[in-house]
């Protein structure tokens, strides 16, 4: 009876997966929720005989009903090919995503966790970036379905937390990796690394020399806990990310030193709207809760790299 019950919207996805795992293993009741429009089913396929472990295929634009204790809104496709193919439905999952997640806390006054974006800093001018800016983002480009949709999912979390009192957990997520991403999924970590591993050309775009910051799953999930159990004044945003900085070049060189691959580079012209440098201040997590990330680059690489191995 002392167990929480506690839903994972997009939980099937490679966030989503990690966190339902450490959920579980916290012995809470977890409800999984996922349409698998990104999501992927052999993440999730081990937990599925958990008797603690319940998977509710649901698309979260569509209301839904039951008692939670706390919620963690994840459901939104992150990466660009894949945010980019049904940018309507993107811009949708993040604010009716949202609604419906609020919209469920404020009927049993469960915390609610909203996952958002570095991406809500846009193409920055002040660098690193810290929660109080405000950003510099294209509303009409061609990825303002995803940056703009997580930009109003934030304003949707503080309007009912100043009108209803809703207890709201917001956390800005700077680039994740780690097992269970998708091979396939055209971010820069799962591109470089399966590009060395099949012997293909590694595709840099633009001159190589915007930047990235690189954070290892693990370090966020355990972020996402400490944010969820602080106290309820503590809403955030707060940033999660490593500030461990790297050009697109430097990063490839990593990925072909540790996969010993003779992969070429090729450059081809940056995307529209492509940030030229993402480094997050996070000095905010380490004084509200001591968090910090503790996996090196070069260490988390080596577990995802034996990862995608396993995938050819």
Known sequence: MNKKTVLVTGGAGFVGSHLCRALLKRGNHVIC?????????????????????????????????????????????????FYQRDPIATYKTSIFGALNALELADKWNAKVFQASTSEVYGDAIVHPQPETYWGNVNPHGIRSCYDEGKRGAETLFFDYHRQHGTRIKIVRIFNTYGPAMNPEDGRVVSNFIMQALRGEDITIYGDGKQTRSFQYVDDLIRGFLCLMDSDDDITGPVNMGNPGEFTMLEFAEKVLQQTGSKSKLVYKPLPGDDPKQRKPDISLAGNLFGWKPEIPLDEGLKRTIEYFKGTL
Not at 58 to 72: A, G, K, R, W
């Open 33 to 81: 929720m996922d349409n698998f429009f990104t999501g992927r089913m052999q993440n999730i396929e081990e937990l599925k005989s958990n008797p603690d472990f319940d998977l509710m295929i649901h698309d979260v634009t569509l209301p839904y009903s039951f008692y939670v204790d706390e919620i963690f809104n994840l459901a939104c496709p992150a990466s660009p090919p």
